[in-house]
């Protein structure tokens, strides 16, 4: 059966059905996994032995490694979910399960470890920083073969007795929507042989046959004991080779170890892991070239005689690909197994040279897979390198050309920008599902800012006739929809948008500052107010199913009223469980948006001015252009100076709180409790309102401390969120007309100029 599903779920689907316990605490971006687990395990709904597997979310990771461990030695099946830092707490109890050759299988959305600044997003150092463990480890590529290595994993571990930590991309291959041939319970059955877990459970710790585990070991013995283990290890490839043979006859889905692609007389090579080799395999095949690549999906044990077997013999330079980094070591983890492996294989030396990449979701293009190869044809290709950054420092990057490109022609490509918690990226997610119904394949990759909810996010949205292999960002989309005015000043949202392309905008109006490069790209240019739509059906601030329909009736996907049905389908059914009123007001949105949108006719306006060269550092991060910046721009120690936040007016409220200082009672609560201090009081010397602006407001103090100082509650217009918390709590009512508050919210356009240099005034006060 075909689904369209995340990393995150496609794992987890699989983890649910063959666990009985499964000890969880969040950390992104694995959490997703634990809240499937948890919300299937609410349900009630029942493993592969048709029990109920316990779900517990425990204090901390270490607390969960250390609840999955007891469990374990109880015979139970059990389970984690984690990544980075979480995995690293993990790593004591990893230590004792592998010493103990025990079962287990730990799903890891790798992502970066914090260094000198914190990273949610992804790479492999922290399971690099767990390849002592003892633990095998299994790698996946992508949202198929995560579902998959689940299953692969959980049958290679009961049988080898050695705990397997399967991991994949965080973001990249974690939340991502792609199209997945999902494994039936009769597949699950068949891969899992009773007797093992029966072995499992008879190696339990119970009084019934009591044992002694865990010992304290002196130096006369701890070594032999280490020694003990190695026919496991030994054995381990082999029952993972014979694990992948028996999953194709079940699955129809092959798989191996090591699996070269490209030409068979391939002079060029690039070793990887993980997403990666989605993105190197096309662009060999796109390059046509004597090129090829090595994906390894075993990490350990890694096996030197299979790995070096599936190398042509006409290789004569090869690049290993980490996407992580280890200050200080002679190369990276994998560039040294390689390096090691071909040396105890025995097999003649090729020119062999280690590279970094993809650090914290760092993009990997087929841009700088071509530039890659390219240095490869050099008679000594430069070693110890990065792609993908400007390394003015130590001058350790490689070039490549940005403008190859090796996306098909048949395949849709659209972006959104909308921010966290607007509801875009849900809307994405289904418009990805009704797409995928409809029988074409589909591929859904959200771009999140660390900010999160309030943050840009930025929606890759692919579709097309055939299985989608590209995990990168889109650089030319036919399609380009803003779903938030505010975003037009802080990024440049037509970049991206093709020549002749489509561009929906959320707005009365087309800003005069995108009129240039929308005429300059021949584009299509679609506008609608979705607010106002939303707040006149009753809906709020949520756009996202006024911003879906307009999608559809812009693009031309599919067929619009195919898609129109299933659009109201999926609202009848997503919001069902709250009610008929909410499900008639969504309903009443998609008619009100066809109603609104309309075509706009651009006419050519001078070009802006380009930006500056020598902006700033906190500038260019300001303006979504970090990814330009060389490594000598950055603080060696990840030291940045104070109060920068300040400089950045993300200006998402649609409506102000507006103080209507006769009917304050001065208690201070809004400004206690506004989460963004975007609401301030201050009191001051009363001669100082002679120099304010003419809408400055201020009243005398109640308080007698301050007599003779005004007194001003005063809002940040471009930091306020619009969240409505201060009005919420403010208890004061106007003696005159009691149902106004002394805080209300009114529209913000009408209201910003003047409050931005009210509040320029009153920064200037003294506090």
Known sequence: MQALLDGNEAVARVAYALNEVIAIYPITPASSMGEWADAWAAEKRPNLWGTVPSVIEMQSEAGAAGAVHGALQTGSLATTFTASQGLLLMIPNMYKIAGELTPTVFHVAARTIATHALSIFGDHSDVMAARATGWAMLCSASVQEAH????????????SRVPFLHFFDGFRTSHEIANVTLLEDDQLRAMIDPELVFDHRSRALTPDHPVLRGTAQNPDVFFQARERANPFYRDCVEVVVETMERFATKAGRTYAPYEYTGAPDAERAIVAMGSACETIDETVDALGEKVGLVKVRLYRPFDPKRFAACLPPTVRAIAVLDRTKEPGSVGEPLYLDVVTALREAGREMPVIVGG?????????????VKGVFDELKAERPRNHFSVGIRDDVTHNSIDYDPDFAIEREDVVRALFYGLGSD????????SCKIIGDAGRYAQGYFVYDSKKSGAMTVSHLRFGPRPIRAPYLIEHAAFVACHHPSLVGRVDVLEHLADGGTFLFNGSEIPESLHAGLAAKRARVFAIDASRVARDC?????????MQVAFFACSKVMPFEEALDAICNAARKSYAHKGAAVVEKNLKAIDATLANLHEVTITAAAAPLPPEAGLDLLA????????????????????FPTSTARYE????????PVWEAAACIQCGKCAMVCPHAAIRIKAYDEALIGNAPATFKSLRPMHKDWSGLAYTIQVAPEDCTGCTICVDV???RSKTHPEQQ?????????????????WEFFLGLPE
Do not use: H, Y
């Open 148 to 159: 998959d290595f689940a299953l692969i994993a959980q049958a290679a571990t009961l049988e």
């Open 356 to 368: 970094r990449f993809g650090l914290s979701s760092k993009e990997l293009t087929p841009a700088m």
């Open 423 to 430: 509801g875009t990226v849900g809307a994405n997610k289904n």
């Open 538 to 546: 009753g809906m709020g601030n949520r756009i996202n199913t006024i």
């Open 620 to 639: 260019m991060l300001l303006a979504n252009r970090g990814d330009e910046l060389p490594v000598s721009a950055m603080p060696c120690d990840g030291t």
């Open 649 to 656: 007016k993300r200006n998402l409220a649609q409506a102000l």
């Open 730 to 732: 403010c208890p004061a």
């Open 742 to 758: 002394a805080l209300v919210m009114q529209p913000q356009a009408p209201l910003l100029d003047a409050e931005r240099a009210n």
